[in-house]
């Protein structure tokens, strides 16, 4: 099991950047593929960023070129920059852990943080 807690959301205009920060716990984390998703109120849990173990990323279209996730597996950190950001990006953003760390696809979420809020608005 990886303990998840993220941090780093708040209230940004459009066109801004934040940069998210999850923060893992547990022996597994260098060998769990991590990634991000997001929940909109009314709106389905979506994947957003995945990193497998070995560095390599996917994202889907609605975020492609704007968001990029990393990770530091010495500090046990995954990181999400979110660049030009959107109001449609507005959602609560979840870190999670999948133990197959080497694929990209499918993500098999195991461990969830408890999220962080990201508002884009004027």
């Known amino acids: 099991q990886v303990q998840l807690v993220e941090s780093g959301g708040g209230l940004v205009q459009p066109g801004g950047s934040l940069r998210l920060s999850c923060a893992a716990s547990g022996r597994s984390f260098s060998r769990c593929a991590m990634a991000w998703y997001r929940q909109a109120p009314g709106k389905q849990r979506e994947l957003v960023a995945v990193?497998?173990?070995?560095?390599?990323?996917n994202y889907p279209d609605s975020v492609e070129g704007r968001f990029t996730i990393s990770r530091d597996n010495a500090e046990n950190m995954v990181y999400l920059q979110m660049n030009s950001l959107k109001p449609e990006d507005t959602a609560a953003y979840y870190c999670?852990?999948?133990?197959?760390?080497?694929?990209?696809?499918?993500?098999?979420?195991?461990?969830w943080g408890r999220g962080t809020q990201v508002t884009v608005s004027s």
């Open positions: 999670a852990a999948d133990p197959q760390g080497w694929r990209l696809e499918p993500f098999t979420p195991r461990d």
């Open positions: 990193i497998t173990a070995g560095g390599r990323t």
